[in-house]
């Protein structure tokens, strides 16, 4: 019998408040160390912490938007060790009643190999509001240690899922999944390089039937790629101690990337008692009903709905709907290219095919990389698309009204995406000389043209080579510039050679 | 000049019969002089005072002085004040100069009252004696050999002894009180929540309260009128109308039920702190007041409960002193544990270790069910028995201390001793009631001794009422310790 995979994600999502979660200094990135770390974040003697309502209207939404319980009244708790970017020498986190309950993620698993795509849903298990820590900096500090803490109480969402996932696909779906959930429901940067989306990866094997087998935790993992890397590597390192006869220890180790291997950082035996106990600095977080409907009132409509949406209404297939609503800024895009032409289909080829495409080509800098700022981990932001939706939209009704051609409209979308002028789609049309020739009298008289001028051509075709009628097209094709109607010059071409 | 109430200074002041550099003045030339035999400072900074008692001075003259305008006050040395040096009276925070104002400071600079120096007090407000200051133990006033209390003996002994005209302390398990009580002043806890704990250096969060300590019940309402009031940078800060806590003063006291807890006069309390206890009492039915008897059945659980809190929280709030960012670092270390090692162990007393390593053995792994959520219900039990007793009466009596100001080293060797003190202040925290302490009377070593009143909920108004209608009838409180 083959060993089954047990992964569970524990994922630190930076939630995208301005300010940190008990104090009012600032969370933007990157800024001069310790220019963000005021009195609290110091934790200079005396100072209290004060909750940010922003940080539990982003709780709030995430548990709604994974159907999950939201506690009407949770609490904060002191989680205690001593590190140096950790100023209080605690961590404000919440532990026995955390603010989102039990929920449920819905994921799609991509096709791989024999095996088709299919669905999966992932439980949540909790999501809990807690603060960052600050940053140790081990470089440039001739043997000490560097501490900046502008990271230190930014709000952080650790959001802990059930030992669901079966393989690193279904981890890195689900990963997926959630990272584009908090940035559609606009609680997360989701910027992984920043830190603002790491995950956590907790990896057992055991045979079917058989209790869980002992687990080691993969910490801080902050791309898609890596931690598929780490949970295959972990996976087969696991599965090789067993079968050699071993046994797992119970262990936090970490994944280097250069390596390709996971190391041991620490083992049950050295795990910190961390001394829990409810904070007496901050009252239990209350969160009523009626602010509950306040800010589901804010949410917008949710991925999944979303497709179900595109399939039931629109008729997209279930692949496309979800290719679709990858980005929130995608999704609108698409929806206002469909409501532009009012062709949901063509318009969702369109997106999928050459907007995504152009996306990430156009957004690639002078060395070919995608530039940062754009490309996300391959889901680009709505800013990176050039052609307005009601270009494209235009663009579409000009191919189904016969104005262009399927090559013309594909030469017009180039064009459109470098222009200076993306909006006036039929003058572009007009000045690239795209238009086709549909005006039958044209047609035929280009066809008359040229049977004249090749008698010998139309004799040898009606005496049987067919294979002449592409010599016609071609030729007819050349006369008019390319811009024939395709479909209407082979009805003409056909009636007058067969005479 | 040095006997005069709050209110009298101010309308010296205000009539400008005194210049509040004047005022300023000749209490730190006393302190210069008396200071050093009793240890009540940590900090003195005469520029800063009377920098500030110049800007007095210019309020004063242009008619927008409030109550408290010119009057010098001390500050506990807890209370974070900008560019105060601020020890907590400790060698961790030997260096440590705030660069921020608590909340209370903030109050008092706005009122226009002068910050005449920053008082002593046992480290992190861990003692009842004031002999766990890093900056050595306060004497009391009355008896230089013996104790002024603690934690806030340094505030107690200033007031006492007339070096400040009223002052700051803070009480998490009776270190107004019984300091107010060794040292034969009046002290008041607020309510837990009604003075902001923004800038007070944290001892146990859920028991800290800050509150005023002074010569008479009027003195403190005045002080009142500046500490209390809502602070929305502590979230336990409670929202509640501004109040003048001098309203109900002159109320007579017909008719007002005062609860007598058995509990209170069991076993324990010394046979002259009981004679002075019983007097006071006996005083006020001549009052008007009616005696009830009450049982507080679970304040004997006081001690130990709060023995297992406060220090937990205790362990978890001076985390923050690692030798990282401030304060005290060892001069040599290995390693970073040893760094960590080396300076705590190095730059906090017997006591505060004592207290961190039984707060972080009660909140361990295993043990945490046992003590601190077992503590954590019989707290609540605590505090029922007051909703209880308050159902018959309008206010609780009993001695603050069972005995008066013992002597420097008694109870040194012995931890649980020096707890004991606190038997009888220990439940008002935690239940999270107004408690105060008054003199009435002296015991057999000619020490004082003190009552203790004990308020319902916000019922800090009825308490001072209760008790300068005492001073009124009665002079302990006006008594000062001689030959000093």
């Known amino acids: 019998m083959s060993w089954e995979i047990v992964i569970g994600l524990e994922v630190h999502v930076q939630l995208s408040t301005q300010s940190k979660i008990f104090c009012g200094a600032s969370t933007a990135f990157g800024a001069e160390p310790n220019t963000q770390a005021d009195a609290v974040s110091l934790a200079l003697p005396g100072v209290l912490p004060v909750l940010n309502k922003g940080a539990v209207e982003r709780a709030i939404k995430f548990g709604l938007a994974t159907g999950a319980h939201i506690a009407p009244r949770s609490v904060f708790a002191r989680k205690n060790y001593f590190y140096p970017d950790l100023p209080k020498g605690y961590q404000i986190s919440q532990f026995e009643l955390p603010v989102v309950g039990q929920g449920a993620l819905t994921i799609q698993v991509p096709a791989q190999g024999k095996q088709p795509a299919y669905e999966k849903v992932v439980r949540l298990t909790r999501a809990h509001l807690e603060e960052d820590a600050g940053k140790s900096l081990h470089e440039d500090f001739h043997g000490m240690t560097g501490i900046d803490l502008n990271r230190a109480g930014t709000p952080l969402l650790e959001i802990v899922s059930e030992p669901d996932m079966r393989s690193a696909a279904e981890a890195v779906a689900y990963a997926k999944t959630l990272h584009t959930l908090v940035q559609w429901i606009g609680i997360c940067d989701g910027n992984m390089q920043e830190g603002s989306f790491r995950c956590d990866a907790n990896v057992s094997v055991h045979k079917p039937g058989t209790p869980f087998g002992t687990r080691r935790e ?198 459109l995406w470098t222009a200076q002028d993306t909006t006036n789609v039929d003058l572009l049309i007009e000045q690239m000389g795209l238009k086709q020739v549909s005006d039958s009298g044209a047609i035929e008289k280009i066809v008359d043209e040229i049977m004249a001028a090749n008698t010998d051509k139309v004799a040898e075709y009606r005496s049987g080579k067919d294979k002449l009628f592409g010599f016609f097209v071609g030729q007819a094709m050349k006369a008019s510039k390319g811009q024939a109607n395709p479909a209407q010059l082979n009805e003409i071409l056909k009636a007058k050679l067969a005479g | 000049m040095f006997e005069s109430s709050l209110k009298q200074m101010g309308d010296a002041l205000r009539a400008r019969k005194i210049s509040s550099v004047e005022l300023t003045q000749s209490y730190l030339d006393r302190m210069a002089r008396l200071n050093p035999q009793l240890n009540a400072y940590i900090s003195i900074d005469a520029e800063k005072s009377l920098a500030q008692a110049k800007a007095a001075d210019a309020r004063l003259a242009a008619g927008s002085a409030d109550a408290l305008t010119g009057i010098p006050i001390a500050q506990k040395d807890i209370f974070c004040a900008k560019d105060w040096l601020t020890t907590c009276g400790s060698k961790m925070l030997h260096n440590f100069v705030s660069p921020y104002d608590a909340h209370i400071i903030s109050q008092f600079n706005n009122a226009g009252a002068i910050n005449l120096g920053k008082t002593n007090m046992d480290e992190f407000a861990m003692g009842s004696s004031n002999e766990t200051s890093y900056y050595g133990p306060v004497k009391n006033p009355w008896d230089t050999a013996r104790v002024p209390g603690g934690s806030s003996g340094g505030t107690a002994a200033a007031v006492a002894a007339r070096l400040c005209a009223a002052a700051t302390g803070t009480d998490t398990g009776g270190s107004i009180r019984q300091p107010a009580a060794l040292c034969g002043i009046s002290g008041l806890k607020p309510t837990y929540g009604v003075c902001s704990r923004y800038g007070m250096i944290a001892f146990a969060s859920s028991l800290d309260q800050a509150g005023p300590m002074g010569r008479s019940a009027e003195d403190l309402a005045l002080m009142m009128n500046v500490m209390a009031g809502f602070d929305e ?252």
């Open chain 2, 233 to 484: 940078r502590d979230s336990t800060s409670l929202q509640r109308d501004k109040e003048d806590y001098t309203r109900d003063l002159n109320k007579p006291l017909t008719g007002l039920r005062i609860g007598l807890p058995k509990e209170f006069f069991a076993e324990g309390m010394g046979a002259d702190v009981a004679k002075a206890i019983e007097a006071a009492i006996a005083e006020y039915k001549k009052l008007g007041a009616t005696i009830v008897d009450i049982s507080l059945p679970n304040s004997k659980l006081s001690v130990p409960v709060y023995y297992v809190l406060a220090p937990a929280e205790a362990s978890s709030n001076l985390s923050r002193f690692d030798g990282v960012r401030y304060g005290y670092r060892a001069p040599e270390y290995s390693d970073l544990a040893d760094m960590y090692e080396k300076s705590r162990a190095q730059g906090f007393g017997a006591e505060v270790q004592r207290r961190i390593m039984i707060g972080t053995y009660v909140l361990s792994h295993g043990y945490y069910d046992a003590y601190y959520i077992k503590a954590q219900k019989i707290r609540r039990l605590i505090a029922q028995d007051f909703v209880e007793a308050y159902k018959q009466c309008d206010v609780i009596m009993g001695p603050t201390s069972p005995s008066t100001a013992f002597k420097l080293g008694e109870k040194g060797d012995d931890p649980v001793q020096m707890y004991l003190s606190d038997i009888y202040t220990i439940a008002v925290n935690l239940a999270g009631l107004p408690g105060m302490s008054i003199p009435c009377g002296f015991g057999d070593n000619d020490m004082p001794v003190g009552l203790q009143i004990i308020g319902n909920y916000f019922d800090e108004a009825r308490m001072l009422n209760v008790a300068h209608q005492y001073q009124l009838a009665t002079d302990w409180h006006s008594r000062a310790p001689q030959g000093i």
């Open chain 1, 218 to 415: 993969i910490k801080n993992l902050n791309s898609f790629r890596f931690l598929e890397q780490a949970i295959n590597y972990e996976v087969q390192h696991q599965i090789a101690v067993l079968e050699d006869g071993g046994s797992i220890q119970q262990a936090t180790v970490l994944f280097d990337p250069d390596t390709g291997e996971t190391r041991v950082m620490r083992t049950k035996e050295d795990a910190h008692d961390y001394r829990y106990f409810p904070d007496p600095d901050l009252l239990p977080l209350e969160i009523s009903e009626e602010w509950k409907q306040q800010v589901a009132a804010t949410l917008p409509e949710l991925p999944h709905t979303k497709q179900e949406r595109y399939v039931r209404d629109l008729g997209l297939s279930a692949y496309d709907a979800n290719v679709l609503t990858q980005s929130k800024g995608i999704a609108e895009y698409f929806e206002a290219t469909a409501q532009a032409c009012n062709q949901p289909k063509l318009a969702a080829n369109w997106v999928i095919n050459d907007v995504r495409r152009f996306m990430t080509e156009g957004a690639k800098d002078e060395n070919g990389e995608p530039a940062a700022s754009e490309v996300r981990d391959g889901v680009p932001g709505r800013d990176a698309i050039r052609v307005p939706a009601e270009s494209l939209g235009k663009l579409i009704s000009r191919i189904t009204d016969s104005t262009i051609s399927n090559a013309g409209a594909k030469k017009l979308f180039s064009a």
